[in-house]
Nanobody, 121 residues
């Protein structure tokens, strides 16, 4: 089993910055991709940013130029730096990892418990 623990959420004002961190632990053989998703009440969870083990990144259009995702493969951690935050960035942010626990085990998707980010105007 893979466990993801997030930290760094909170309340900030518009224009300020916030950094989210996520650490994966447990029975990890390999993690293909790690990322961050967010969800607001009544809406589907959406991708914010993701990064592969090779360093290829993908960002939602709404955060391009403002958010930066970074990953440490040796520590199985992924961070999300958000700058110039907007009220519409308010959401619960979830850490995500896609990987396997053993060499021949299936590739599964794992989620953290979520951390609230609130941006006031």
């Amino acid at each position: 089993q893979v466990r993801l623990v997030e930290s760094g959420g909170g309340l900030v004002q518009a224009g300020e910055s916030l950094r989210l961190s996520c650490a994966a632990s447990g029975s990890i053989f390999s993690i293909n991709a790690m990322g961050w998703y967010r969800q607001t009440p009544g809406k589907q969870r959406e991708l914010v940013a993701a990064v592969t083990s090779g360093g290829i990144t993908n960002y939602a259009d709404s955060v391009k130029g403002r958010f930066t995702i970074s990953r440490d493969n040796t520590k199985n951690t992924v961070d999300l730096q958000g700058n110039s935050l907007k009220p519409e960035d308010t959401a619960v942010y979830y850490c995500n990892a896609v990987g396997r626990t053993k060499l021949l085990s299936p590739i599964l998707t794992y989620w953290g418990q979520g951390t609230q980010v609130t941006v006031s105007s």
